[in-house]
């Protein structure tokens, strides 16, 4: 019977011991937190895919407290993020328009030339150190192994016929895969802008033409066809000012390797294919 | 003489994740990337020499002497639980880098199997008081030693072209049991 009590006894007074003892500590102890944290920690979207160049979203919120980071520095949360930080902490905000991430390059494996097969680590900036920068003829083209696919936390880059292709309504810009791609293929586009050049090969036309179906081949047709001045052909290929362009489809119709692209008109069947399906 | 065996015993012989099989889940939930498998690693360090501490305390002084030393289990979970809580709050309130770099993964662990398990060895091998702590750090010690050899394996597997059957835990779990072959090489090191 004493056993019974005893046992009794201690259990319940360590654990009546500890609970009192815990939850004055919890009093003595408590730090004070700036009653903004939660508040921003809501206005995130909580991905916490870290494009906002810190780890995460609970260390975004801590960063604009303290003043170390932009109100629009998310770009997953965009302008409704943007305002809800700028509202919270009483400063005003200037909202940028919502941007995908775009592959400038359309050299599928049925177009582009490869010079060995590569069967190495599955990361582009490995396949980038081998001869050559890496087993694609052309130097600037997407290697096709999928690191930007690795660093993409929504799903929205697929390798269709060997190069990476962004769909652009599950791109929540956060920008991850423009630093995971060594080649620096990737960049942020307009979301409002559907006219796109997909390639950046600075190779000459007849150079590029050689290795790569659908490269850039400094042809100029571009320039003449557009009437609002928003296309220029640099050491780079063609390139579009998105302020200028008007869409108007002019320089995606007249281009002959079909480098200039809108919305998958203009990329190889398989691809455009895979945007449509994904769209 | 006595205190190295079993110290080393604890880290390479009877590794707690490798042999006793225990402290899994941590070894495989935290186990993604070598910065956070050695954090973890040193949480566990810490957690094991406390409860070693607080749990011979707690039966040669409370249990035992009452005559209630069947009650073991609970009491220890009890102790370690609200100890870790304390420690928690206290390195939140004192010092913050430490809480960033040990914070997160002292909740994970408070009533892990490989801490309870510790205390429990201890207590089935009749240790004193510094030896309980020196098995509780040698144990922890084996358990980091073998968490970031498995997350550098991971990091490195996480880049190479692994069969779409194989991709994720399947590959992880064969990984475990090749380490777990590997580190029984150690038996017969020490002949206790």
Known sequence: ?279 | MQTLLIFMSAVLVNNFVLNRFLGICPFLGVSKKTDTALGMGVAVTFVMALASAAAYIAEYYLLRPLGIGYLYNIAYILIIAALVQLVEMFIKRSSPSLYQALGIYLPLITTNCAVLGVTVLNRDNNYGFLTSIIHGVGAATGFTLAIVLFASIRERMSRSNIPSAFQGFPIALITAGLMAIAFLGFTGLIKV
Do not use: W
Not at chain 1, 36 to 41: E, G, K, V
């Open chain 1, 1 to 279: 019977m004493t056993g019974v009590l005893y046992a009794l006894l201690v259990l319940g007074g360590m654990g009546l011991l500890f609970g009192l003892g815990l939850s004055v500590a919890a009093i003595k102890l408590k730090v004070e937190t700036d009653p903004r944290l939660p508040l921003l920690r809501e206005a995130l979207p909580g991905a916490n895919c870290g494009g906002c160049g810190f780890a995460g979203c609970d260390a975004f919120a801590e960063a604009l407290l303290t003043g170390k980071a932009s109100p629009s520095g998310c770009p997953v949360g965009g302008a409704t993020s943007a305002q809800a930080i700028g509202q919270i902490l009483g400063v005003p905000v200037t909202i940028a328009g919502r941007q995908n991430a775009f592959v400038r390059c359309g050299g599928c494996e049925s177009k582009s030339l490869f010079r060995y097969d590569y069967q190495g680590l599955s990361d582009c900036k490995a396949a980038m150190q081998l001869a050559g920068g890496g087993s694609k003829a052309c130097v600037y083209g997407c290697l096709g192994v999928g690191s930007c696919k690795a660093a993409c936390q929504f799903g929205a880059i697929e390798m269709i016929d060997g190069i990476a292709v962004v769909n652009r309504e599950k791109c929540a810009a956060c920008t991850m895969c423009v630093r995971a791609c060594p080649k620096q293929l990737i960049a942020m586009v307009p979301y409002n802008n559907t006219v796109h050049v997909a390639c950046v090969s600075g190779d000459p036309g007849r150079e590029a033409r050689k290795i790569c179906k659908a490269g850039c081949i400094k042809c100029k047709l571009c320039e003449k066809a557009c009437q609002f001045d928003a296309v220029h052909v640099k050491d780079n290929g063609a390139i579009i000012d998105y302020a200028k362009c008007t869409q108007c489809g002019e320089c995606v119709k007249k281009c002959p390797s079909k480098c200039i692209t809108a919305l998958g008109v203009g990329i190889p069947a398989s691809v455009s294919e895979g945007i449509t399906q994904n769209a």
